[in-house]
């Protein structure tokens, strides 16, 4: 009777771990790594227009003058241009949009707004990833929410899906 | 067309596996008739997964962007040989590897393998086509290496710059060998579970499997770790991230049944037990696996990452485990008892060395799975770090090192207190001084690192004890490989214990033409330029070095930026040195002007890898020296029937 116990003992731990690990499977946990940059001002920066006819963006002129979505795209960025549709519901419901575009080159930027609209007020040029990488940012796209005061108060990994849109303006909005 | 080649060559492969399962089975229960078939139907399914598989590289070299794997994860520009690594290095590609080298193993089985009763040997390869069929169901059905993209785009999405490095190329191969080779061990358990065929012919036959995946884990183990360590740029050389742990916990399991089926092969002892371990090493690498790649663990090594794929390899590890474990259940009862021997013997070394092995097993897959208990249970999100593993399996480590010292030095079946305790008197001489000198001459230390350090000498002097007294010529050569493996744990000990206690850090800002000192060493930041490689651009430092008064030397540590896809990482530049390595990473400039250096000197840092290299060594050694002793003895056979 003891032997038979032991002999069935590791089938019914490996029966309890598979049981748990179905569960954790079928209802994954929250999967989001908080952001270490959130609540954190912006670091200071100041990049060059990158396109004809838009300022570029400095982190001066953010502050002060109501929340803004920051956007880190890039033309050669596939997502980038898949989340457009996104951004511009988003610039329609009159949120202020301003762009970084990394590693960037004027004529295929022009292009890129050319074909996919232009949600943006300003777009700066940063051709070294140096702002991007300062704003805690390892990939495009990637969006961020700043408040009046120039804090950030969410970031987005990611491109934006038409899911993400009530939310970003609804954050943009609490950051009033 | 080479795709769909490929795919054709992969079902045909597939449909083999299940023929040899079903004729596996025919001939377990009792049809003598299509005995002969299971051999040539495992050599072809090799022959076609290797093709597959081939065609699959070809694919990649060629860059053939109308294939939707090619498409994402090569680039036209990438070097040779990371296109032709690329093949491996994203979740599809790994399972056609995966397929192959099962496949090959299953074949070399088939071939090879002659000391086996027949009907045990035809049970193990029907295991072995069982799983098979698992592996192929993947690529077949879930995630097809070779489909098609239309239209086909213009360039490749690169790889990951972090993976573009020559170890990372070869270090999934080595970790298959190893799981796969644990598959095989795993398969003759079942084979000899099926037959109740559970003695030493099982163990000599299973043996080389086991040695060879071991001796694989142990590659794959340290070069992981070397690789971490230098490609990082953290200066740290075990993090005890859920990868690392589902590829140590296999070599756990392994290590302990390399031990117990020695027992088994030439004491006829631990029948059950041997065929429990060689059940759980492979059930280590598939929940190893699993973890990884379902993503229910959150790591930073986690790649290939989809629940689906979760659920899919879920569902083979319940039906093999699960499957495997019943069966244990059923039959072992039946199986008949082995020898007895003493507590005080080899046997009973070797029993001590299984449970803390099987111990250390416990804790670290305990501290995997914690992370996620607690937030089943709690919500909360907490990560088990070096603490836990370090303070839980530390000193368990020690006393299994220990006891390594004591094991080789005992005879089987009996041995007296008073014999064992004069044999170590050296050794414990020499630990005892060890702890004092360490005590009196160096800087104080933590705990564990101190008796690390000190054990670590005595154990060096007790593992090529084995050999004095003995015509060293005559001496066989897996006793060799035993002695250079033990030795090479006494050496990785130390190493680990050094790093421990004597690194010098320095995280420094500093302008160009400033000097830091770090442990002997001064570093002068002479300049620091841009400097341009075939799919990075960087930030060169150039960092003169002086020893003392010794010569200047020069490194170079980068912060490179690679576009495809953008990334940024820190190249560090190490000097390596007989007595440690200096580690230098440059990282960011500070808005002064300043740049940041982190410098570290770490003493006898490389005796962790050294000691993992001669452990691997050890284990080669001793496969050597049990396939000749199979030659020779065939041989001998051979010439005594013709004489």
């Known amino acids: 009777m003891k032997r038979a116990v032991l002999l069935w003992a590791p089938l019914a731990l490996f029966i309890l771990l598979a049981t748990f690990m179905v569960l954790k499977l079928r209802n994954p946990g929250d999967q989001t790594i908080p952001s270490k940059m959130v609540n954190t001002p912006v670091p200071e920066f100041a990049l060059p227009a990158a396109a004809d006819g838009l300022p570029g963006v400095s982190s001066a002129a953010l502050a002060g003058k109501g929340p803004h979505l920051v956007n880190i795209f ?80 969410l970031q987005k990994i990611g491109p934006i899906n038409p899911d993400d849109v009530a939310s970003i303006i609804a954050a943009v909005q609490a950051a009033q | 067309m080479i795709a769909e080649a490929g795919l054709a060559a992969l079902w045909l492969g597939a449909a083999l596996c299940v023929l040899q399962l079903v004729v596996a089975i025919l001939v377990v229960r009792g049809d003598e008739t299509a005995n002969g078939l299971v051999r040539p139907v495992a050599a072809a399914q090799a022959v076609l997964t290797c093709l597959a598989f081939g065609l699959l590289i070809l694919l990649f070299v060629r860059v053939d962007l109308s294939v939707l ?97 020559p170890g990372l190329a070869f270090h999934p191969p080595t970790l298959y060998l190893g799981y796969v080779g644990l598959s095989i061990a795993f398969s003759f358990a079942i084979g000899a579970l099926v037959t109740r065929d559970v003695g030493p012919a099982f163990a000599r036959a299973m043996r080389p499997w086991v040695l060879g995946a071991w001796i694989f884990l142990t590659l794959g183990i340290t070069a992981g770790s070397y690789w971490a360590y230098y490609e990082l740029g953290w200066g740290g050389w075990w993090f005890w991230d859920p990868v ?21 092969a030439t004491r006829d002892g631990l029948r059950a037990w041997t065929v429990m371990l060689a059940v759980v090493a492979f059930s280590m690498s598939m929940i190893g696996t699993f ?62 060395n299984n449970l803390l092995l099987t111990v250390v097993l416990g804790i670290v897959l305990v501290g995997t799975l914690y992370p996620l208990i ?38 089987w079946r009996r041995e007296e207190l008073g014999v064992i305790a004069r044999r170590m008197a050296p050794a414990t001489a020499l630990v005892v001084f060890a702890l004092v000198a360490v005590k009196l001459v160096l800087p104080p230390m933590g705990l564990l690192p101190f008796l690390g350090l000190a054990l670590a000498f005595g154990v060096a002097l007790a593992s090529v004890a084995p050999l004095w007294g003995r015509n060293l010529r005559r001496t066989p050569l897996f006793t060799y490989g035993m002695v250079i493996a033990h030795l090479g744990i006494a050496v990785s000990l130390m190493g680990m214990a050094c790093d421990s206690a004597f690194t010098r850090e320095k995280l420094v800002a500093v302008a160009v033409g400033d000097s830091v000192p770090v442990g002997p060493f001064t570093v002068k930041l002479a300049s620091v330029a841009p400097n341009f490689g075939e799919n990075w651009e960087s930030m060169q430092a150039s960092l003169e070095i002086r020893r003392g008064n010794g010569a200047m030397f020069v490194l170079e ?87």
Not at chain 2, 245 to 258: I, K, V
Not at chain 2, 596 to 606: A, G
């Open chain 1, 74 to 153: 890039a033309s050669w960025c596939v997502p980038c241009a898949a989340e457009a549709p996104q951004l511009k519901a988003i610039a329609e419901a009159g949120v202020p949009i301003v762009g970084i575009a990394i590693r960037d080159r004027r004529p295929d930027l022009a292009e890129f707004l050319g074909r996919y609209g232009n949600p943006f007020r300003a777009i700066g040029a940063d051709d070294q990833s140096k702002v991007q990488l300062a704003l805690g940012s390892s990939g495009v796209p990637e969006s961020f929410v700043i408040d009046g005061k120039g804090v950030i108060r």
């Open chain 2, 374 to 411: 607690a937030e089943a249970l709690s919500g909360a999100k907490i990560s088990v770090g070096p603490p836990y593993f370090n303070s839980a399996a530390g000193p368990l480590a020690l006393i299994l090192v220990a006891v390594m010292g004591a094991g080789p030095m005992m005879r």
């Open chain 2, 69 to 165: 794997l090619v498409a994402e994860n090569d680039h036209s520009e990438k070097p040779f040989l990371y296109r032709f690594a690329g093949a491996w290095g994203n979740h599809e590609g790994s399972m056609l590897m995966w397929v192959s080298i099962l496949a090959v193993a299953g074949a070399a089985v088939a071939l090879l393998e002659k000391r086996l009763e027949e009907r045990t040997l035809i049970a193990t390869l029907g295991g072995q086509a069982a799983i098979g069929i698992g592996f192929y169901a993947f690529p077949l059905f879930a995630s097809n290496p070779f489909a098609r993209l239309n239209p086909s785009p213009a360039e490749g999405q690169g790889l990951n710059p972090l993976l573009q490095d």
């Open chain 2, 244 to 264: 690392e742990n589902a590829s140590l916990m296999p070599w756990l399991a392994a290590t302990a049944l390399l031990h117990s089926v020695t027992v088994l």
């Open chain 2, 557 to 643: 540590p980068q912060a490179r930026a690679y576009w495809s896809p953008p990334t940024e990482t820190g190249e560090s530049a190490i000097s390596t040195r007989l007595d440690g390595q200096l580690y230098t990473v440059l990282g960011k400039q500070n808005d002064d002007g300043r740049w940041q250096l982190r410098l570290w000197w770490k003493p006898f840092v490389t005796f962790i890898w050294l000691g993992g290299a001669l452990v691997a060594i050890g284990g080669a050694l001793a496969l050597l020296g049990r396939i000749l002793r199979d030659v020779r003895a065939k041989k001998r056979e051979h010439e005594a029937a013709y004489a």
């Open chain 2, 291 to 352: 973890l990884v790649r379902s993503g229910i663990l959150t790591s930073v090594h986690a790649f290939a990452v989809d629940p689906r794929r979760g659920s899919f390899l879920l569902a083979l590890l319940a039906l093999y485990i699960g499957g495997a474990l019943a069966l244990f259940a059923l039959r072992v009862g039946t199986v008949r008892e082995g020898s007895r021997f003493d507590a005080v013997s080899r046997e009973g070394a070797l029993v001590l």
